[in-house]
């Protein structure tokens, strides 16, 4: 019953909020992301599963052990919010469980999993849904009814965790849509990753989102879907994306009525600055049209340390 899995974290290019709605969303897997090895250690003893969760810095942030096959939390220990990650990855365990009744129903001693982050748990990057597709893996059971049953979201970021490089992605009637996207920038070298420091959950991220009247969010959907198909196909310069994301950046604002990361942050600013994911958190998406050392000089100078260029952030075909 031994297990090892790799999966890609990700970033949510176009479509923020909209996804939800059906829109077509850009989606791109990073380099970094989240791995998962289960072994058995004894086969004596009582029935438990023993996990351990690892920083990108090797260090223990999270434990927790728990009874087979029923599940029961033991103890758990760590930083602390341990009491709710535990919650949180007992209710993962326990509806895989309810989707494959075979799964963990014959095991016997003692298991031990260990997850292993390969980026800092407050960029934002998928340290859940990496770990909810890899459960799923390991259970057998489908990783899109597992993300729904449990934590909730469109599940691009599932597709994301397998994916080679960049994909299109459209929830649709309540089904999963999505496809290899070509979307390799010859301007790149102008995009980089700038790291907020604001983490925020997905579901604090959607309040401003869902408290707008439905036909509201409705009206931008087939401009920001179409935003997102000229990003991946037809966008060649860096001034046709850079007005092609700000006028994302402006449809999103209409929407959930919060000021945009440039105003609040970069408002000096020689390039454009687009939010990923929830507003407020995170990392953004900026270009520049001046050198890396510039670029990277103006966020330290604003006292933003954590700069990364497109690719070596971004998983490519």
Same mark, same amino acid.
């Given at each position: ?23 077509? =969303?850009? @989606? ?11 072994? +058995? ?8 599963? %023993? &996990? ?11 434990? @927790? =052990? ?7 939390? %033991? ?14 990855? +007992?209710?993962?365990?326990?509806? @895989? ?40 893996? &390991? ?8 993300? /729904? ?28 849509? &999505? ?24 579901? /604090? ?18 401009? %920001? ?16 994306? *850079? ?35 929830? &507003? ?31 690719? *070596? ?5």
């Amino acid at each position: 019953m031994s297990f090892s899995m790799r999966t890609n974290g990700k970033i949510l290019l176009t479509g923020e909020y909209f996804v939800t709605e059906g829109a077509v =969303s850009l @989606a791109l897997p990073t380099r970094l992301g989240q791995t998962l090895d289960i072994e +058995q250690s004894n086969s004596k003893g009582d029935s438990q599963l %023993i &996990w351990k969760s690892y920083s990108n810095e090797d260090a223990i942030w999270f434990e @927790a =052990s728990f009874t087979l096959p029923g599940l029961k939390l %033991i103890k758990s220990d760590g930083d602390e919010d341990h009491p709710k990650v535990a919650k949180t990855l +007992q209710s993962i365990l326990r509806e @895989a469980k309810s989707l494959n009744s075979k799964f963990l129903r014959k095991t016997k001693g003692t298991w031990e999993a260990k997850s292993v982050l390969e980026f800092a748990r407050d960029w934002g990057l998928g340290s859940s849904s990496t770990l909810i597709t890899m459960i799923a893996e &390991w259970a057998q059971v489908d990783p899109f009814q597992l993300l /729904e049953n449990t934590l909730g979201g469109s599940g691009y970021d599932i597709v994301a965790a397998k994916a080679e490089g960049p994909l299109l992605f459209q929830k649709f009637n309540g089904n999963n849509r &999505w496809d290899r996207s070509d979307f390799n920038p010859e301007f790149k070298e102008q995009l980089y990753f700038v790291h907020l420091g604001k983490k925020q959950s997905s579901k /604090e991220a959607l309040v401003y989102y869902t408290i707008t009247p439905p036909e509201e969010r409705e009206k931008p959907l087939p401009r %920001i879907t179409q935003i997102t198909h000229d990003i991946a196909q037809y966008t060649h310069n860096l001034e046709d994306f *850079e007005a092609l994301i700000e006028e994302h950046e402006t449809l999103v604002q209409s929407v959930i009525q919060q000021p945009r990361a440039k105003e609040l942050y970069f408002e000096d600013y020689w390039g454009e600055v687009k939010s990923l994911g929830g &507003w407020g958190g995170d990392f953004v998406l900026v270009t520049s049209n001046k050198s890396a050392e510039k670029t990277i000089v103006y966020f330290q100078e604003k006292g933003f340390e954590t700069i990364l260029k497109y690719g *070596e952030l971004i998983k490519e075909y």
